[in-house]
């Protein structure tokens, strides 16, 4: 069975699904692996290291493929040049890629997404998101640490003393916790919020100080906040002013998988922070959790420059392919059948398995994550 690796065309996308080490692993499973020429140029992998780990090079890397592995969506014109039957693995929102999606189905293919993959001990090694959040989250900290014009760490000199900044990171999930230990290496002084009980002591783990506003917790399941009320918010943004207008640098790392980024600070919060401060928003490209980003954008607002993020993973392609590779390894080994009688390897996904069943989209051409038929079909997800 051949397993195809094409090149990503969407703009912005440095990244691809396979590298050498994910190829190796899928032939040593029984797999053919077909790579299109240049697939992993932007993520730092030539074709001959694809070559070398078993994959075949080729243009007409799709032509018989029954799976097709992909960062983002496939284009149209890919999509209907595959067979029925046929399946890919990619991300796949349903907010912004419901196109593709409907053609998928029109096209009777099987489509698994990876933001979908159940959060489950089972299936950690598979959770993408989590993976990605890791890479957005310390590029966060970088780019604060190079759009803010001060040092990070104290510093004391014949000179006199210089002291560290002070960074306010809203959000302790993956990508919040990465961002608080980054800079924290890098010498700052970090205090941190989020909205769930346990993060408070995940907080203090990274060497951070928790900031404890008195509010209710907000737990929701898969590790990720329950949406708060209007009222909710409001209080939450009075009681955070005084630290962000406090802050050298405010990062926020707050999202919803599927939903609009929770718009946490407001612009007259940002206009209350001091001379040469920064906002980094990675949340930029799903609503923004800081009014006025603008995804891929660095705007001013008040006296401080805003960073808006888009598709932050991105900027550090190298790795986050790596681990995104082994994500995708790790799903499509659960979905392979290596059994004498399947006469070799064999894409057999267990659709009573809920980590198949869970990240499955599409099957056969028929729509079966509900929300995404809700939203095809044009009603409310």
Same mark, same amino acid.
């Given at each position: 069975?051949?397993?195809?690796?094409?090149?990503?065309? $969407?703009?912005?996308?440095?990244?691809?699904?396979?590298?050498?080490?994910?190829?190796?692993?899928?032939?040593?499973?029984?797999?053919?692996?077909?790579?299109?020429?240049?697939? @992993?140029?932007?993520?730092?992998?030539?074709?001959?290291?694809? %070559?070398?780990?078993?994959?075949?090079?080729?243009? %007409?890397? #799709?032509? @018989?493929?029954?799976?097709? !592995?992909?960062?983002?969506?496939?284009?149209?014109?890919?999509?209907?040049?595959?067979?029925?039957?046929?399946?890919?693995?990619?991300? =796949?929102?349903?907010?912004?890629? =419901?196109?593709?999606?409907?053609?998928?189905?029109?096209?009777?293919?099987?489509?698994?997404?990876?933001?979908?993959?159940?959060?489950?001990?089972?299936?950690?090694?598979?959770? !993408? =998101?989590?993976?990605?959040?890791?890479?957005?989250?310390?590029?966060?900290?970088?780019?604060?640490?190079?759009? #803010?014009?001060?040092?990070?760490? #104290?510093?004391? /000199?014949?000179?006199?003393?210089?002291?560290?900044?002070?960074?306010?990171?809203?959000?302790?999930?993956?990508?919040?916790?990465?961002?608080?230990? /980054?800079?924290?290496?890098? &010498?700052?002084?970090?205090?941190?919020?989020?909205?769930? %009980?346990?993060?408070?002591?995940?907080?203090?783990?990274?060497?951070? $100080?928790?900031?404890?506003?008195?509010?209710?917790?907000?737990?929701?399941?898969? @590790?990720?906040?329950?949406?708060?009320?209007?009222?909710?918010? $409001?209080? $939450?943004?009075?009681?955070?002013?005084?630290?962000? !207008?406090? %802050?050298?640098?405010?990062?926020?790392?707050? !999202?919803?998988?599927?939903?609009?980024?929770?718009?946490?600070?407001?612009?007259?919060?940002?206009?209350?922070?001091?001379?040469?401060?920064?906002?980094?928003?990675?949340?930029?490209?799903?609503? @923004?959790?800081?009014? &006025?980003?603008?995804?891929?954008?660095?705007?001013?607002?008040?006296?401080?420059?805003?960073?808006?993020?888009?598709?932050?993973?991105?900027?550090?392609?190298?790795?986050?392919?790596? =681990?995104?590779?082994?994500?995708?390894?790790?799903?499509?080994?659960?979905?392979?059948?290596?059994?004498?009688?399947?006469?070799?390897?064999?894409?057999?996904?267990?659709?009573?398995?809920?980590?198949? /069943?869970?990240?499955?989209?599409?099957?056969?051409?028929?729509?079966?994550?509900?929300?995404?038929?809700? #939203?095809?079909?044009?009603?409310?997800?």
């Amino acid at each position: 069975m051949r397993i195809a690796v094409v090149v990503e065309t $969407q703009r912005g996308e440095n990244r691809v699904a396979l590298v050498p080490d994910g190829v190796r692993k899928l032939v040593a499973l029984g797999y053919e692996v077909a790579v299109e020429p240049g697939a @992993g140029r932007r993520a730092e992998i030539d074709d001959a290291d694809f %070559a070398d780990a078993g994959a075949a090079v080729s243009e %007409a890397a #799709l032509d @018989g493929a029954e799976v097709v !592995a992909s960062v983002q969506p496939l284009s149209r014109d890919r999509i209907r040049s595959l067979s029925p039957g046929a399946s890919t693995v990619s991300f =796949l929102p349903a907010s912004t890629a =419901l196109d593709a999606i409907r053609d998928m189905r029109d096209c009777g293919l099987t489509a698994f997404s990876l933001e979908l993959v159940p959060r489950i001990s089972r299936a950690q090694s598979m959770d !993408a =998101l989590s993976s990605q959040a890791l890479v957005a989250g310390y590029r966060c900290a970088i780019v604060a640490a190079g759009m #803010l014009r001060r040092f990070f760490p #104290l510093n004391m /000199t014949a000179a006199g003393t210089v002291p560290p900044a002070e960074v306010v990171v809203l959000g302790a999930g993956v990508a919040g916790l990465q961002a608080i230990a /980054t800079s924290k290496r890098l &010498g700052a002084v970090v205090r941190a919020y989020d909205v769930r %009980a346990a993060a408070a002591e995940e907080i203090r783990s990274m060497g951070a $100080q928790a900031i404890e506003l008195e509010l209710e917790t907000l737990e929701g399941t898969g @590790g990720y906040a329950r949406e708060m009320t209007e009222d909710r918010a $409001q209080r $939450q943004r009075d009681l955070l002013a005084p630290y962000i !207008a406090a %802050a050298d640098a405010l990062i926020t790392t707050a !999202a919803v998988p599927g939903r609009r980024a929770p718009m946490l600070v407001t612009r007259e919060m940002v206009e209350g922070m001091g001379n040469g401060s920064v906002v980094v928003d990675l949340a930029a490209d799903t609503g @923004g959790n800081v009014e &006025g980003s603008e995804p891929g954008e660095t705007v001013r607002i008040g006296r401080a420059l805003v960073w808006g993020g888009r598709n932050v993973p991105s900027a550090m392609p190298a790795p986050a392919s790596r =681990l995104l590779s082994t994500n995708i390894v790790n799903l499509l080994t659960l979905m392979t059948d290596t059994s004498d009688d399947a006469g070799g390897a064999q894409f057999a996904p267990d659709h009573d398995d809920e980590v198949v /069943t869970g990240s499955c989209v599409i099957r056969a051409g028929e729509v079966q994550h509900e929300p995404t038929r809700a #939203l095809l079909e044009g009603g409310a997800p």
